[in-house]
């Protein structure tokens, strides 16, 4: 798949400037009104506010992710499922797929603006107050940075893995037959890679001060932030009512 992933896109933009926190707020807020009210109005409002912020972002053509044909063929496939059933079928079944593109849009939007150094501290300050109640709130935001951070390099690592093995030629038995075992070497290189990552991270999280430097931040909300979310709230409140 082409495209940016979880990454952040080197831009100083209004949008960038935002507190973590407030992106993930927003997002959770879309996320769930398009839960609760799946509609057609709801997904348009939705849409116009991740297009807004994807304009003011500047976020490039090229870093929107272009899925690969067989996924493609999948959709048409449904597609044509759904058709036998009926017209009403084909509109529900589009929806759905609507629904899952715009909630990866939102999420694509907090990875491009956003550090992923920022998201642990942002994470352990909105749920701080679960502290009171002896939840263990830096380690969820530890484990939640470590994955976003992990999630970049262990792609790039399967596609340079998976471009490495096809380059070598393959096994042959005794009888003389090709044995082809791609997928066994790709699982074995990929844990093997894994670990080999999670070691390296962990030193240099003992090196840097341990688990709790991750969580450390000094960011907080300012005024954007603050217009943000009322507009966010003003784009779902739009959509419950047409809906």
């Known amino acids: 798949m082409r495209g940016t992933l979880l990454r952040e896109l080197p831009r100083e933009t209004s949008v960038h400037r935002l507190w973590a926190g407030t992106k993930l707020v927003a997002v959770t807020l879309l996320g ?11 997904l348009a409002a939705v849409s116009v506010v991740l297009l807004l912020a994807a304009i003011a972002a500047r976020v490039p ?19 044509a499922v759904n058709v036998v059933v ?25 990875a491009w603006t956003t550090s992923m150094a920022d998201i642990a501290p942002a994470i352990a300050t909105l749920l701080s107050p679960l502290r009171r109640v002896g939840a263990p709130v830096d380690e969820w935001a ?23 093995r096809k380059l070598r030629p393959r096994k042959s038995t ?17 844990m093997s890679v894994a670990i080999r990552r999670s070691a390296d991270m962990g030193e240099a999280i003992a090196v840097r001060g341990g688990s709790g430097s991750i969580t450390s931040g000094r960011r ?15 784009a779902c409140a739009t959509g419950v009512v047409l809906s």
């Open 32 to 42: 769930g009104s398009l839960v609760i009210y799946p509609t057609w109005p709801m």
């Open 61 to 79: 053509v090229f870093a929107i992710p272009v899925p690969p044909w067989w996924l493609w063929g999948l959709v048409a496939f449904g597609a």
């Open 86 to 110: 009926g017209v009403d079928a084909v509109w529900i079944y589009f929806r759905g797929i609507l629904f899952g593109v715009v909630l990866l849009w939102a999420t694509l939007t907090v």
């Open 142 to 164: 530890v484990s939640m940075a470590l994955l976003l951070r992990s999630l970049p390099m262990l792609v790039d690592d399967v596609y340079t893995l998976v471009a490495a």
């Open 174 to 190: 005794r009888s003389g037959k090709t044995q082809d075992t791609f997928l066994i070497d790709i699982m074995a290189a990929i």
């Open 220 to 234: 907080r909300p300012h005024g954007s932030d603050a217009v943000a979310l009322v507009l966010v709230i003003a």
